[in-house]
């Protein structure tokens, strides 16, 4: 069958061409004066760089939601590794576990906490219905490298810069370093000096880009996991 877009890289492409559109025109447009120009370089490049987390949140969003189909022993492993650390608070509690002396005191720590929640060895549970991608992504959709190793990791997809520049034959970190570079000058007031309409315009053909490196990598990894029907069915 092979990769067929998802749904939210086909919204988050149709909204990139708009800015990419608006972007030629206030270039063609003689008349237009400097300021007016200035403002909409900059929401070209703030509204990208929200298109690309609002990709992001969508993504995860359309794919966890449809996970409850899935056995949660059938879960790629490290997504199921995620949620019992989430399920077990061990991020709160390992500074309590690695303060008990006796591996006994360990053990009668961890039964505890099991019959809190059992249905976590159940092999044949599946996740909740209300369960969503914000229970995975948490605070780290905001697109930087940290967060996209952070979030991707969790659902099996490491290394995930190594794995766009494989996919788009281009250095994933540098696109997304560019856009960055550029929304952080204009947050903080300062305006792009030295960058040209073109130059915008190329950065926002590499996102797109970078994007569908993204959506080919989840692909891979969804057809890997829980076979290519399931994307096709789910995503697209």
């Known amino acids: 069958m092979g990769y067929a877009r998802s749904r939210p890289y086909k919204d988050f492409c149709n909204e990139i061409d708009n800015i990419i559109s608006i972007l030629k025109g206030s270039q063609k447009n003689k008349n237009l004066e400097g300021i007016y120009k200035d403002y909409i370089h900059a929401s070209a490049i703030f509204l990208a760089h929200a298109e690309l987390e ?5 993504t995860f969003n359309l ?12 879960l790629n492993e490290n997504l199921r590794a995620f949620l019992i650390f989430k399920f077990f608070n061990f991020e709160q509690n390992l500074p309590l576990l ?6 006994s005191e360990i053990i009668s720590y961890i039964k505890k906490e099991t019959v809190k929640s059992p249905h976590l060895f159940d092999k044949n549970m599946h996740l909740p219905t209300f369960f969503k991608g914000s229970h995975v992504y948490e605070t780290f959709k905001y697109p930087s490298e940290k967060n996209l190793n952070k979030v991707y990791n969790r659902i099996g997809c490491q290394n995930i810069f190594n794995l766009i520049s494989s996919e788009v ?3 994933a970190k540098n696109i ?4 960055s ?6 947050a903080h007031g300062n305006g792009l000096v ?3 309409v073109d130059d915008l315009l190329r950065i926002l053909q590499d996102i797109k880009i970078f994007a569908k490196g993204l959506d080919r990598v989840l692909y891979k990894q969804v057809a890997k996991d829980y076979k290519e029907a399931f994307w096709k069915c789910n995503l697209v």
């Open 169 to 171: 034959k281009k250095n």
């Open 98 to 103: 690695l303060s008990k002396k006796q591996e």
């Open 176 to 179: 997304l370093s560019q856009l």
């Open 194 to 196: 030295g960058v040209s």
């Open 54 to 58: 609002n990709y992001i949140q969508d």
């Open 181 to 186: 570079t550029y929304r952080t000058t204009l």
């Open 63 to 74: 794919f966890i939601k449809n996970l409850n189909s899935i056995k949660f022993s059938d």
